[in-house]
């Protein structure tokens, strides 16, 4: 990921499961929302907000594990955001 448009804000993180990752990039929202908001203990956000910052984002990518061909695949925003809203829907029933 990277959070604007200077190289040095470029950060990678390493996950087990495509699950821990999508927990990731809802973690930073969080994150992101309790520092702009600290006084509010219970933040509520819905999808468009996350994509919202995902979007705004300079860049997110993801490099998925693929044992049958023992190589990373690159996956986009667009495919992050549909895996986070899948992860978002299961977590809620």
């Not at 200077?6 to 309790?34: H, N, P, V, W």
């Not at 907000?49 to 998925?64: M, R, T």
């Amino acid at each position: 990921m990277q959070t604007s448009q200077y190289r040095a804000t470029r950060t990678f993180m390493d996950f087990d499961s495509i699950s821990q990752a999508m927990d990731g990039i809802c973690g930073l929202y969080e994150r992101k929302l309790k520092e702009i908001n600290p006084a509010i203990r219970n933040l509520s956000y819905d999808i468009s907000d996350l994509y919202n910052f995902i979007d705004g984002l300079a860049d997110l990518s993801a490099l998925v594990y693929d044992h049958s061909i023992q190589a990373y695949l690159p996956y986009d925003r667009q495919w992050i955001k549909h895996k986070t809203l899948h992860h978002l829907k299961k977590l809620a029933h």
